[in-house]
């Protein structure tokens, strides 16, 4: 079985090949990646049976490469954190595994390939069990100088991000900066309110003014109140998008 690891911690690099060594001498670790810019342009041109993908790289998160390169291979997620576990198994994740990385657990989802007993059944089981108990964040604080204030979330409009800092943008297009950045919101926003269009952009569906085709299979958004960029929905998001845009 071909093996590829995406991971930039040497040590954690080498944990993983050392488990994998010891548990699976039919495992060929093919490619060691460090980087979403590695990974995208390793995985146009190549493939693989199994990906172990830490999920906060060198230049960004993992998710990203998803967004531009189509990836149909089984996933095992490897991460310090543990918020981004619903993410992960919307994608191609048969494991999600927390560091430091426990041995067993490391079989137990490899496992799951072998049997190839993940099914939908399976996902959807496991997906409620990862619901945080908590509810979705209702309110986010921003700041204005030495100020801070609370803004209710069913107000924002969306999100976006530039310059390394983040802003939200109210429904009465009022801009504020905000403590967090992209890929720490996504998790904590209602999914059935919010999509993350872009990189840089998060949007709630009151937002969503238009929707329009683009070329190579794009989709060019219109939020209100207007996004002063072009706001272009990836080839490989747009499924996704239009089944959140009709609410399931």
Known sequence: MKVVIVEDE???????????????????????????????????????DLI????????GISFDIFEQVEITTPVIFTTAYDQYAVRAF??????????????????????KLNLNTWSDSNLKQLLQSLQPVHSYKQRISTKSGDRYMSLEIED?????????????VTKENRRHIVDYTLEILEPVLDPHRFFRLTRNCIA???????VSKYFNSR??????????????????????????????
């Open 219 to 248: 989709l060019k958004i219109t939020l209100t109140p207007d996004f002063e960029k072009e706001l272009l929905v990836s080839r490989i998001k747009v499924p996704a998008f239009l089944k959140w845009l009709d609410g399931n």
């Open 10 to 48: 040497l040590l954690a690099r080498e944990e993983l090949l050392r488990l994998i060594k010891n548990n699976y001498s039919g495992f060929e670790v093919i490619a060691c990646l460090d980087s979403v810019t590695d990974s995208v342009a390793w995985f146009k041109n190549n493939t693989a």
């Open 204 to 210: 709630s569906i009151d937002a969503v003014k238009s």
């Open 90 to 111: 919307q994608l191609n994740g048969i494991g999600y595994l927390l560091k430091p990385i426990v041995e067993s657990d490391l079989v137990r989802a490899v496992k």
């Open 52 to 59: 172990f993908l830490d999920i906060h790289l060198a230049d």
């Open 156 to 168: 924002i409009a969306y999100f976006y991000s530039e310059d390394r800092v983040t802003f939200a």
